[in-house]
Each structure stands twice: as C-alpha cells, then as structure tokens.
C-alpha cells in the first residue's frame, strides 16, 4: 500500500511530529463577523504507514458522524498507529452553528453538490481548500454522513468507479471493509452515491482512495449509529495496517444496483407503514395520506420491489414528494481482496 516518507505533517498552520497529535485551524475566508475555518486533527504515529483523511459534517447536522469522529481521534494514540490521520470533525462549522440542514447559512449552498469548490461563493472557496490543503495529503479517505434533517437512513458505504484499475479494487475493498450490509459501486452517469459534486466522488478522481460513509440520521445521534461509523473506520484501518487486528468482513453483504423513489399523489397528513430497513414488495402499501379533514384519501403503495434505504420523516406531504427510496440490490459477488477476512476464512 501507497506510504508518505514523512516525518511531520502539516496542513496550514497545524503540524504534528511522529508520535504526536495536534489540533488547531485551517483558516479558508471570513465573513463580515469572522473567519471561515476548517478544524483539524493530525495524529501523526510511531511507524511508517498511509495517511488516512476522515471527514465528517460536510452537512452539518449529520451528528452520528461527526461524534464517531470525534470519538475517533480522542482515542487514537500515536505509539499505537502507522501512518497518520488527518481529520477534520466538522467541515461546515457555520451550518454546525447554525442547526442548519443541507445547505450552508452563508450562501445557501450544498458543499456536498460543488466539490471540488472553485473561486466562486464560500462555500466553493471552502471545498477547495478542503481538497487542496486537506485530501490532497492523504492516499485514503473517508467522508462520513448520515441522513439529514428528514431523512431516516439505512446505513451503507459506496464510492464511485473511476476506471482506474487499482484505485477502484482499493474503493471496492474499503466499501465492502467499512459498510455493516449493504454497499454501492457507483458507475460513471448513473447518479447513485456519491455522484458529481459529492465530497467522495471527486476525491476518487484526484487520485485519493475516497468512500462515502453513511449512518444515522434525522437530527438523531444514537449510539447504535456512532458505533456503526466508529467500528466502520477501524475495520478500514486494520485493512490498511494502521492498528493492530485482522478486519472482519459482514456476512450476507448486498450490492446495490439501481434505486427509485415511491411518491405521494395526494397530499396532506402522512401515516408511514414502513420503516428503514424493511424489504418492500410491489405493490405493497408504504403509508396513508389523509386530506384535512381525516379521510384516507391515498394508500401509497410501492411499484417496484426493494430495500428500503432512505424514510423521509414528514409528517404533512404535497403531490409528488417522495415517501420512501429503495435500494435494488443482488448478493455481493466473491471479491478475493475482502473475501479472506469473511466468517469462516
């Protein structure tokens, strides 16, 4: 695997030394009250080994991430790694203070639609520093969310193919490595996650083995999805000799192929009969809607069969919102990097 010949890392203003952790910030911009950051984590260790970057609150109201990530670097030790993390808690620290979902306070932008950034709006000046100061460090890279204000989200890790014959071997493998079940390879044009302007799909064409990671969601942070992210990184780490210990594989891994939306018709109060996770069947009632005065006027009811990875949390809906996304998935294939480390290997 890839190793920087480094003795210190620096990333602006921050630097680490072998054997030490330092914490500071990446100044980016300002606005008319104050300066525009990126926080920082180095953690920089004892041996020779890659450098890993870890990024959490791209949307900053994801919280399960960020507190997995905080987790993370407070216990990682430097006399107990090889290589380094880079990391960086909470990318959108304004859409953190704020409470702000999806988009930036600043601008009104989705940092997660725009990477790598450019010369444009805060927002783009912010991503690009992100690229070029941050990822541009590091041969691996894991960019983790979950579903945001609304969204209440089956976990799974995806990345998206770039050609590249050994990046995408190491893509795959980190994805199969991070996710608890389910995992996407994203092709080119295809619009599954991450697609053009995601954090991840840029940074896999910048040359860094980059991979989504999502868990949690809703405004929740659940200790259930805090460990999902925090056991998904460290299961990447030991893949990639960072720490001590054999990575485990999931058993039953599923592929996603494709995934579609079912969609209200009619409007007003929304009773969901499904829940994330649950395996849907066509034509298969998913919620009621109910007009003002409390008659079912519509029972939404699936078209196509799938795994229901994204329940939007509404309560009151318009003709055309969506209900529930579902993924289209198939049996994870045999794949000789990971296999090794699946039960029974």
């Not at 203003?13 to 100044?27: D, H, I, Q, Y």
């Not at 990822?135 to 945001?148: C, E, F, R």
């Not at 805090?226 to 599923?254: A, E, K, S």
């Amino acid at each position: 695997m890839p190793v920087k010949e480094t003795t210190t890392i620096e990333v602006g203003p921050v630097s680490a030394e072998t054997g030490e952790v330092a914490r500071g910030f990446l100044n980016v911009g300002e606005t008319a009250t104050g300066p525009v950051q990126l926080p920082l984590v180095i953690v920089n260790g004892v041996e020779p080994g890659p450098t890993l970057c870890l990024t959490a609150g791209v949307h900053a109201t994801e919280y399960a991430s960020i507190a997995a990530l905080m987790k993370l670097t407070n216990e990682v030790q430097p006399n107990q790694l090889r290589g380094s993390i880079i990391a960086v808690p909470i990318v959108n620290l304004h859409m953190f203070a704020a409470r702000t979902p999806f988009t930036s306070p600043l601008d009104g932008v989705n940092l997660n639609k725009i990477a790598p950034g450019g010369e444009g709006s805060i927002s783009e000046i912010l991503a690009r520093a992100l690229f070029e100061q941050v990822l541009s460090k590091a041969q691996y890279h894991i960019d983790m969310h979950a579903g945001d204000f609304g969204e209440m989200l089956l976990a799974f890790a995806g990345y998206s193919l770039t050609g590249n014959h050994e990046r995408d071997l190491q893509g795959e493998t980190l994805a199969r490595l991070w996710t608890p079940q389910v995992f996407c390879l994203a092709p080119a044009g295809t619009g599954l996650p991450p697609s053009p302007g995601f954090v991840a799909y840029a940074g896999a064409r910048k040359g860094v083995v980059s991979i989504l990671a999502e868990a949690g969601g809703n405004g929740g942070l659940d200790d259930a999805d805090i460990r999902t992210h925090y056991d998904g990184v460290r299961n990447v780490m030991r893949y990639l000799g960072m720490i001590d210990g054999n990575p485990q594989l999931r058993p039953n891994l599923l592929s996603a192929t494709g995934w579609h939306n079912t969609r209200a018709k009619r409007a007003g109060l929304l009773r969901l009969k499904v829940s994330v996770g649950d395996k849907i069947a066509a034509g298969q009632g998913v919620a009621e809607v109910c007009d003002v005065f409390g008659r079912v006027v519509e029972t939404v009811r699936a078209a196509k069969p799938g795994l229901a990875m994204l329940v939007w949390s509404h309560k009151a809906v318009n003709t055309g919102d969506p209900i529930v996304r579902c993924w289209s998935t198939k049996p994870a294939g045999p794949f000789a990097e990971t296999d090794r480390f699946g039960p029974g290997a």
